[in-house]
Nanobody
Framework: VQLQASGGGLVQPGGSLRLSCAAS????????VGWYRQAPGNKRELVALITSGGSANYAVAVKGRFTIPRDNAKNTMYLQMTNLKSGDTAVYYC?????????WGQGTQVTVSS
């Protein structure tokens, strides 16, 4: 499984941004996809995760502000982020899980600043 992330950038507090992650390869074996983030000096943390059955899990800090829509026809998932805060500044990584392994996309920087 290969993951290609895109869509990061600089946004003002209160603004919105959408990240994309396109999957290729043995995607039929994927049973969960999601996003993690890592801020400087911090550990990588879960942002949002959704299983192939549609069960979604969001970090408390982003619940109600972030969603994880998918476009199955394009093998692409998104992280739709609204009402962004300075604390959301981090490198964001997309993630895919199969029964045998986990896969990471390259990070994309999101900076929330005025």
């Amino acid at each position: 499984v290969q993951l290609q992330a895109s869509g990061g950038g600089l946004v003002q507090p209160g603004g919105s941004l959408r990240l994309s992650c396109a999957a290729s390869g043995s995607i039929f074996s994927i049973n969960a996809v999601g996003w993690y983030r890592q801020a400087p000096g911090n550990k990588r943390e879960l942002v949002a995760l959704i299983t192939s059955g549609g069960s979604a899990n969001y970090a408390v800090a982003v619940k109600g502000r972030f969603t994880i829509p998918r476009d199955n026809a394009k093998n692409t998932m998104y992280l739709q982020m609204t009402n962004l805060k300075s604390g959301d500044t981090a490198v964001y990584y997309c993630y895919a899980r199969t029964p045998a392994n986990v896969y990471w996309g390259q990070g994309t920087q999101v900076t929330v600043s005025s």
